[in-house]
């Protein structure tokens, strides 16, 4: 760990943007860091802290989180731990932490999906690695068919109950599962607070229902993946670079996804983001964030500078009918 010592700008509120959860008394920037990528023990710890440092800077309280994020699984939760306790010690009460439990995590048929003996566990587990009493978020990451519903939300709630999480949410969930959680939680007397659904111009299942659901029901939003995991930004403009995650093939985004017609939309999307004065990624944010649907959208980035860039979206005025309009043509 370096020994600058830390001191939070004065002005890390006054420029970003705070939305209301749902119905609850829960605010979140409008966009969160989400720490799925180059915070685990094979990235480079001082890079790591720079970007958490920079984010909360910025007004970036929220950081989000997973038992399994890595790699190894577990090791963002202890990079991130350490740094907390070294840079943000006197600002716990700032942030807004959340962590998941729900995919595979550890060997046997504890180690993944639903059951109360997994979710118990797994934030017992990590609790630990962050030296945490509670976080403000535990999510249930994916939907178990093979578990009883009802025994991974009561799990959530109780939890909630024993004071080691503040909020619950759910991942990944369809809406019919979506609605039937939200439904048991309520009467379990710990609302669901928040969905965390994927959401970009290329992936846009919630709009069909699910958005509408979550406003009757007074749940928030957190999308994640705005970027299409980089697809949305400027690196792909001409192709597959070297060096990018769909190059070294460990990402869900394949060579074979990213067909000559993709990249034309892509081209024709920086575009209109050129004429507005943005990048790509500026303009793919300012889309999901024209929706007051959307509570807030995770951003991954690998240095302070993409998050920098990736900030400016919230100098930009909103996306016109017009814009708007070009868009939904090129799809």
Same mark, same amino acid.
């Given at each position: 760990?370096?020994?600058?010592?830390?001191?939070?700008?004065?002005?890390?509120?006054?420029?970003?943007?705070?939305?209301?959860?749902?119905?609850?008394?829960?605010?979140?920037?409008?966009?969160?860091?989400?720490?799925?990528? $180059?915070?685990?023990?094979?990235?480079?710890?001082?890079?790591?802290?720079?970007?958490?440092?920079?984010?909360?800077?910025?007004?970036?309280?929220?950081?989000?989180?997973?038992?399994? /994020?890595?790699?190894?699984?577990?090791? &963002? @939760?202890? $990079?991130?731990?350490?740094?907390?306790?070294?840079?943000?010690?006197?600002?716990?009460? @700032?942030?807004?932490?959340?962590?998941?439990?729900?995919?595979?995590?550890?060997?046997?048929?504890?180690?993944?999906?639903?059951?109360?003996?997994?979710?118990?566990?797994?934030?017992?587990?990590?609790?630990?690695?962050?030296?945490?009493?509670?976080?403000?978020?535990?999510?249930?990451?994916?939907?178990?068919?093979?578990?009883?519903?009802? @025994?991974?939300?009561?799990?959530?709630?109780?939890?909630?109950?024993?004071?080691? %999480?503040? /909020?619950?949410?759910?991942?990944? /969930?369809?809406?019919?599962?979506?609605?039937?959680?939200?439904?048991?939680?309520?009467?379990?007397?710990?609302?669901?607070?928040?969905? *965390?659904?994927? /959401?970009?111009?290329?992936?846009?299942?919630?709009?069909?229902?699910?958005?509408?659901?979550?406003?009757?029901?007074?749940?928030?939003?957190?999308?994640?993946?705005?970027?299409?995991?980089?697809?949305?930004?400027?690196?792909?403009?001409?192709?597959?670079?070297?060096?990018?995650?769909?190059?070294?093939?460990?990402?869900?985004?394949?060579?074979?996804?990213?067909?000559?017609?993709?990249?034309?939309?892509? *081209?024709?999307? $920086? %575009?209109? %983001?050129?004429?507005?004065?943005?990048?790509?990624?500026?303009?793919?944010?300012?889309?999901?964030?024209?929706?007051?649907?959307?509570?807030? &959208?995770?951003?991954?980035?690998?240095?302070?500078? *993409?998050?920098?860039?990736?900030?400016?979206?919230?100098?930009?005025?909103?996306?016109?009918? *017009?814009?708007?309009?070009?868009?939904?043509?090129?799809?």
């Amino acid at each position: 760990m370096s020994s600058a010592i830390y001191i939070p700008s004065e002005n890390r509120y006054s420029d970003m943007e705070y939305r209301r959860c749902g119905r609850s008394g829960l605010k979140l920037p409008a966009i969160s860091l989400g720490l799925q990528h $180059n915070f685990g023990h094979v990235d480079v710890l001082e890079n790591s802290r720079t970007i958490l440092r920079r984010a909360f800077d910025k007004g970036i309280t929220h950081f989000d989180l997973a038992n399994n /994020y890595g790699p190894p699984p577990g090791s &963002t @939760e202890e $990079n991130f731990g350490a740094i907390l306790r070294e840079d943000f010690k006197g600002h716990r009460d @700032e942030l807004i932490i959340s962590t998941k439990a729900g995919y595979t995590m550890w060997q046997g048929p504890y180690g993944n999906w639903g059951s109360r003996k997994h979710l118990f566990t797994s934030l017992d587990q990590s609790l630990q690695r962050l030296g945490l009493d509670y976080v403000d978020i535990f999510y249930h990451h994916r939907p178990d068919r093979g578990t009883p519903l009802e @025994e991974t939300m009561t799990a959530l709630s109780d939890l909630v109950k024993q004071g080691k %999480a503040l /909020y619950i949410g759910i991942s990944n /969930y369809p809406t019919d599962l979506a609605a039937q959680a939200i439904r048991m939680l309520k009467e379990l007397g710990t609302p669901c607070a928040i969905h *965390q659904p994927k /959401y970009s111009m290329f992936i846009r299942w919630i709009e069909e229902d699910l958005l509408d659901l979550l406003t009757k029901e007074g749940v928030g939003c957190v999308a994640f993946s705005p970027l299409a995991q980089g697809l949305l930004t400027d690196r792909y403009l001409h192709g597959i670079p070297e060096g990018s995650r769909a190059a070294k093939g460990y990402s869900t985004l394949t060579k074979e996804a990213i067909t000559d017609t993709v990249i034309r939309k892509v *081209q024709a999307l $920086n %575009a209109i %983001a050129r004429e507005r004065g943005q990048t790509l990624a500026q303009m793919a944010l300012s889309w999901v964030l024209r929706d007051p649907r959307i509570t807030s &959208t995770l951003l991954g980035v690998s240095s302070p500078e *993409q998050l920098d860039n990736c900030l400016g979206c919230l100098a930009h005025p909103p996306l016109t009918l *017009q814009e708007l309009n070009k868009i939904e043509d090129i799809f």
